[in-house]
Structures are given as C-alpha cells and as structure tokens.
C-alpha cells in the first residue's frame, strides 16, 4: 500500500499533506506535482528564519548551489560534485541530448564513505525523462519532514530540474518544465508547535541541507548527532 498524491501545484501537495490524518500510517508517499512553476506558498509559516526569501525567488535559490560565504544547499556537494571537471549535472545532461527516450539519465548521491559511516542521505536519487517534449524529475527520498521540510526540498527540486532543462534546451530547443514526482519512504511529521524559534531554525536548516557560515564540518558534525 502507498499514500498517493496527485496534484497540480505544490501548495496543493502541502494542504493534502497538512490536513491529512489519514496518512499519520507510516506508509510510503507517492507525490506528484504536475505545474513546477507555482509558487502560492505561504511565506509566514516560515517566519522564523532570516534566509527564507531566497526560497521564494527562483533566480536566488539557483544560486544556492553554489558554495558562498553565508550558506548554500549542502546536496550541491553532491548532486554537483565533479568528476574529471564535469559535474554530476554535466555527465546526466549529456546522456539526455545523446538520446531524448533514454531511460538511464540517472544521479546518484550516494557515495562509498556513507555506506562506511552508516549515514545515508535522505534524496538518494534523481531521473530525468522527456515525455511529450516536457522534462520530468523524479526523486527517491529515504524520508522527509511533511510540514516544514518537504515544501523547500521540493522548491530546491523544482530548481535543480531547472538546472538540467539549461543544460539541455540548446539541443532540445521545445523542451518545457514537465511533472515532478518523489517517492518518499517515510514522512515524518514534526511538532512545530512546540519549538521555540531557536530550535525551529536549527531543524530547519537540517532539514533543508544547509550549510551556513559555520561550514561543512559543523553541518557534518550536526549529521552525524
């Protein structure tokens, strides 16, 4: 059995999953969200964090990616890792202009020394199709945090999958934003209520991979607890 989800805007996927009781089962969720451009989110849920502006302008949290002074998305280590100067991002593209149908557009975040630590990453992995001309994302994810967490993952999401259509709109000149779907084993919903504004900010950050001016020892360190 699955939770499945089917909706058009990412805010649909949110009041389905917050006022849901009926998926407090531990089951696995299937969401797909089929218009990646809505944005109709309500900003004052996240009045706690200093940083949250940048989630809400697509041209700011594409740049997030990239490692900065202040903070940046930690996946950016590995879902842009680079191999013989090309990044993750470079190699998938490049098997997606080779063959528009093929099946193998593929990123993997895991790497050997978490299977070594015993810490995997909640987003283990990421496909790309194009199916009638649009690019569609697909995402597995160990778990995710329902009410908070899983609305910035998916806006960082949604700009990764618009990394990949830069990438290959020179070659696919028709190509539009298509669906994106993630599977996500378990979803966990946290007591927000109940967290001080502190203690809000700091899962926040965890929740969302992000490395701050602290840097990544101290994310990794924070993992790791």
Not at 111 to 136: R, T, Y
Not at 177 to 193: C, P, R
Request: charge should be positive; hydrophobic fraction near 35%.
């Amino acid at each position: 059995m699955i939770n499945e989800i089917n909706v058009n805007s990412l805010s649909e996927a949110i009041i389905q999953l917050e006022n849901g009781s009926q998926y407090h089962n531990q089951l696995p969720f299937l969401i797909t969200i089929k218009d990646v451009s809505k944005r109709d989110l309500d900003k004052k849920k996240y009045s706690f964090s200093n940083i949250i502006d940048d989630f809400f302008n697509d041209n700011k949290l594409d740049n997030r990616w990239n490692p900065c002074n202040d903070w940046y998305l930690s996946y950016s280590r590995r879902l842009l890792r680079k191999i013989k100067n090309k990044t993750m991002l470079d190699y998938a593209a490049n098997i997606l202009i080779e063959d528009k149908n093929t099946r193998r557009c593929v990123i993997n975040t895991n790497i050997d020394q978490d299977m070594i630590n015993g810490f995997c990453p909640a987003l283990s992995l990421i496909q790309f199709k194009i199916v009638n001309n649009k690019l569609e994302m697909y995402a597995y994810w160990r778990s995710q945090e329902a009410i908070i967490a899983f609305p910035l993952n998916t806006l960082c999401m949604f700009s990764y999958q618009r990394k990949m259509l830069c990438k290959i709109k020179k070659k696919y000149k028709g190509v539009k934003l298509g669906k994106y779907t993630a599977f996500v084993n378990e979803m966990q919903y946290d007591d927000w209520d109940n967290y001080n504004t502190k203690e809000k900010e700091k899962k926040f950050k965890f929740y969302c991979s992000i490395i701050d001016y602290r840097g990544e020892v101290e994310y990794d360190k924070n993992y790791e607890r």
